[in-house]
C-alpha cells in the first residue's frame, strides 16, 4: 500500500517538475523574444533618430546656404545701387563743372525747345549753384526776337534750391528744369539702360 501511494506522490512530482519546467521553458521563450523584439525597436528608434539627425543637419546646412546666398544677393544689389546712384550724380557733377560757354549752349537749347512767348521769368539756382547772369539772358532774348518772339525773359528775383538747371515762371505756373529734377523724372526709364551698361560683363 505504501508503494503506491509513494508511486502515486512521485508521479505527481513528476508532473508537477514537468509541468513548471514548461512554464519556464514558456517564460524563457518569451522573454528571449520580447529582448529580440526590443533589440530590433531599439534599432529601428536609432535608425529613425539618425536619419531625423542627417534631415535636421541637412535643412540647418540648406537654410544657412540659403541665408547666405540672400545676403550675398542683397550685398551685390546694394553695391549695384550705390554704382548706379554714382554714375547719376557723376552727370550733375560733370553738368556742374561745365566749362561756362558748354554750360550756357546746354541751358540756351533747352530753354529756347520750350515754345516761349517770350517774357517769362527765368528762376537761376541760389548762390553755390551755376547761377544765370543777366548778359546771359539778354543774348537769350536777341535770339528770340530774331525769331519773333517778344524777347522780355526776366530774371526772376527769387532763387532756386538746386545747382544746375532753371525754372520757367509764367502765369502762375512752373517748369522745373532743374536737371536734379530731370534727372529724377528719366531715373525710372533709363536706369535699366545705365545698369546693363555697367554690369554688362556679368
Known amino acids: ?17 514537468q509541468e513548471a519546467q514548461g512554464i519556464i521553458d ?3 521563450i518569451k522573454a528571449d523574444e520580447i529582448k529580440k523584439n526590443k533589440a530590433k ?6 535608425d529613425r533618430l539618425l536619419v531625423k539627425a542627417r534631415e535636421a543637419a541637412d535643412e540647418r546646412k540648406r537654410r544657412m ?8 544677393k542683397q550685398k551685390e544689389l546694394a553695391v549695384k545701387q550705390q554704382m548706379i546712384d554714382k554714375s547719376f550724380a557723376a552727370v550733375l557733377d560733370k553738368i556742374s563743372n561745365m566749362p561756362q560757354a558748354e554750360y550756357e549752349k546746354l541751358i540756351s537749347e533747352l530753354l529756347l525747345s520750350y515754345p516761349l512767348e517770350g517774357d517769362e521769368d527765368i528762376v537761376s539756382p541760389a548762390n553755390g549753384g551755376r ?3 543777366q548778359q546771359f539772358i539778354n ?22 534750391e538746386f545747382k544746375t538747371g532753371f525754372i520757367i515762371k509764367f502765369n502762375g505756373m512752373e517748369i ?3 536737371f536734379e529734377s530731370i534727372l529724377r523724372m528719366v531715373r525710372d526709364e533709363i536706369e ?10 556679368e
Not at 500500500?1 to 517538475?17: F, P, Q, S, V, Y
Not at 546693363?196 to 560683363?201: H, M, P, R, V
Request: overall charge negative; charged content about 30%.
Open 176 to 178: 522745373n528744369n532743374s
Open 65 to 72: 546656404i540659403s541665408a547666405a546666398t540672400l545676403e550675398l
Open 26 to 28: 514558456d517564460a524563457q
Open 41 to 46: 525597436e531599439g534599432h529601428a528608434l536609432k
Open 131 to 133: 547761377v544765370l547772369n
Open 139 to 160: 543774348r537769350l532774348n536777341e535770339q528770340l526776337r530774331a525769331a519773333g518772339k517778344k524777347g522780355e525773359l526776366k530774371l526772376s528775383s527769387d532763387s532756386g
Open 192 to 201: 535699366p539702360e545705365v545698369a546693363a551698361l555697367l554690369f554688362s560683363e
Open 1 to 17: 500500500m505504501n508503494n503506491g501511494i509513494e508511486k502515486i506522490t512521485g508521479r505527481i512530482l513528476e508532473d508537477a517538475r
